[in-house]
């Protein structure tokens, strides 16, 4: 079976800048039954979705997980990101020039980090020189971590707000779940007053979501690990939401990853853990039956999964329409709905 996992981007198409207003963007709708595309805006979405349809968003927020610095003993420059914390030790994918020893220091501002250990060359063990909260600490001198191929991951001070989704609010992710980022909160409103239900998981999207595979043979590749949590106010949404004849209304890959983890039993549960489920073609989806999606980069498990669900060559179709008609891609881009 072939799998739609590659394709050739024009440059140009990599959004640098997000839209204003939000919703704004463009929306390129797939409809699986009729096997159709149409081209519309994320602000047309009350018209797409209907009374009794469940939105299920991912209300994880995006840290301040960039940090710039110098070495203590060189004064050279040092540049770390904030993956997640140990036992009050945080794993850092960092680097610099030269060799670090065991218990060097790096200075960010009056904020001193010493290194207690490390995975690889970049990947460290780093323990802040002080009792104050990991995120109050990251927040004060932290930036937002914008991936590489956005401006080279240089942040502005708009994209503190802009590069987070209007929902957010469970820290812990190190890159935004970026269908989210469409939404305003007058377009929510719409849809809650025309009668669409929402609920909330949580999936704290981390850098393996970036990542290209490594091998063609799915049953090779190795998944990274997300903490993600399905509670059981959602779980009863869900029910309540097939029960009433709606649709369950997946806002991103991080929400269909979550539901269908927590779906494995065969019935959604609720759910709360470290997940490394790999979405790939042919697969079952048992909670999902809509989906709300970013156009992804290629050679990454997003597109199998997005293949998994529209149908491979409905997907292949639907990028070859998306760069012929200029569509925005990436973490600022356009969206999908797939129906």
């Given at each position: 079976?072939?799998?739609?996992?590659?394709?050739?981007?024009?440059?140009?198409?990599?959004?640098?800048?997000?839209?204003?207003?939000?919703?704004?963007?463009?929306?390129?709708?797939?409809?699986?039954?009729?096997?159709?595309?149409?081209?519309?805006?994320?602000?047309?979405?009350?018209?797409?979705?209907?009374?009794?349809?469940?939105?299920?968003?991912?209300?994880?927020?995006?840290?301040?997980?960039?940090?710039?610095?110098?070495?203590?003993?060189?004064?050279?420059?040092?540049?770390?990101?904030?993956?997640?914390?140990?036992?009050?030790?945080?794993?850092?994918?960092?680097?610099?020039?030269?060799?670090?020893?065991?218990?060097?220091?790096?200075?960010?501002?009056?904020l001193r980090l010493a290194l207690?250990?490390?995975?690889?060359?970049?990947?460290?063990?780093?323990?802040?020189?002080?009792?104050?909260?990991?995120?109050?600490?990251?927040?004060?001198?932290?930036?937002?971590?914008?991936?590489?191929?956005?401006?080279?991951?240089?942040?502005?001070?708009?994209?503190?707000?802009?590069?987070?989704?209007?929902?957010?609010?469970?820290?812990?992710?190190?890159?935004?779940?970026?269908?989210?980022?469409?939404?305003?909160?007058?377009?929510?409103?719409?849809?809650?007053?025309?009668?669409?239900?929402?609920?909330?998981?949580?999936?704290?999207?981390?850098?393996?979501?970036?990542?290209?595979?490594?091998?063609?043979?799915?049953?090779?590749?190795?998944?990274?690990?997300?903490?993600?949590?399905?509670?059981?106010?959602?779980?009863?949404?869900?029910?309540?939401?097939?029960?009433?004849?709606?649709?369950?209304?997946?806002?991103?890959?991080?929400?269909?990853?979550?539901?269908?983890?927590?779906?494995?039993?065969?019935?959604?549960q609720p759910w709360s853990g470290?997940?490394?489920?790999?979405?790939?073609?042919?697969?079952?989806?048992?909670?999902?039956?809509?989906?709300?999606?970013?156009?992804?980069?290629?050679?990454?498990?997003?597109?199998?999964?997005?293949?998994?669900?529209?149908?491979?060559?409905?997907?292949?179709?639907?990028?070859?329409?998306?760069?012929?008609?200029?569509?925005?891609?990436?973490?600022?881009?356009?969206?999908?709905?797939?129906?």
């Open positions: 079976m072939s799998t739609f996992i590659d394709y050739e981007l024009p440059p140009e198409l990599i959004a640098q800048e997000p839209i204003e207003p939000r919703d704004a963007s463009r929306l390129l709708v797939l409809d699986r039954a009729g096997d159709t595309l149409s081209h519309r805006h994320f602000r047309d979405l009350p018209d797409l979705l209907r009374k009794d349809d469940l939105l299920v968003l991912n209300d994880t927020r995006v840290l301040p997980a960039r940090l710039i610095g110098v070495r203590s003993k060189t004064g050279g420059r040092w540049e770390g990101l904030f993956l997640r914390e140990l036992d009050g030790r945080w794993e850092m994918l960092a680097q610099t020039r030269g060799w670090v020893e065991i218990g060097e220091t790096v200075d960010i501002g009056s207690r250990d490390r995975t690889s060359d970049r990947h460290w063990l780093m323990e802040p020189l002080t009792t104050r909260p990991t995120i109050e600490l990251l927040s004060e001198f932290g930036q937002m971590p914008l991936p590489p191929y956005i401006r080279k991951g240089q942040a502005r001070p708009d994209d503190t707000d802009r590069y987070q989704t209007v929902f957010a609010d469970r820290p812990g992710a190190v890159a935004a779940p970026t269908a989210g980022l469409h939404f305003t909160a007058d377009l929510l409103q719409q849809l809650t007053t025309m009668g669409v239900q929402r609920a909330s998981v949580t999936l704290h999207v981390g850098l393996g979501t970036f990542e290209p595979m490594r091998t063609l043979d799915v049953e090779k590749h190795v998944m990274h690990h997300e903490w993600c949590e399905v509670p059981l106010s959602t779980v009863e949404a869900v029910t309540a939401c097939r029960q009433r004849g709606g649709r369950v209304v997946a806002v991103g890959t991080t929400a269909v990853r979550s539901l269908e983890t927590a779906s494995q039993s065969g019935t959604l470290e997940t490394n489920l790999f979405i790939y073609p042919p697969y079952e989806f048992r909670s999902v039956d809509a989906l709300i999606t970013n156009f992804h980069l290629p050679q990454t498990t997003l597109l199998f999964l997005v293949s998994a669900f529209a149908g491979v060559e409905r997907l292949r179709h639907a990028y070859d329409m998306a760069i012929r008609e200029r569509y925005r891609f990436y973490s600022y881009g356009d969206a999908m709905l797939i129906v």
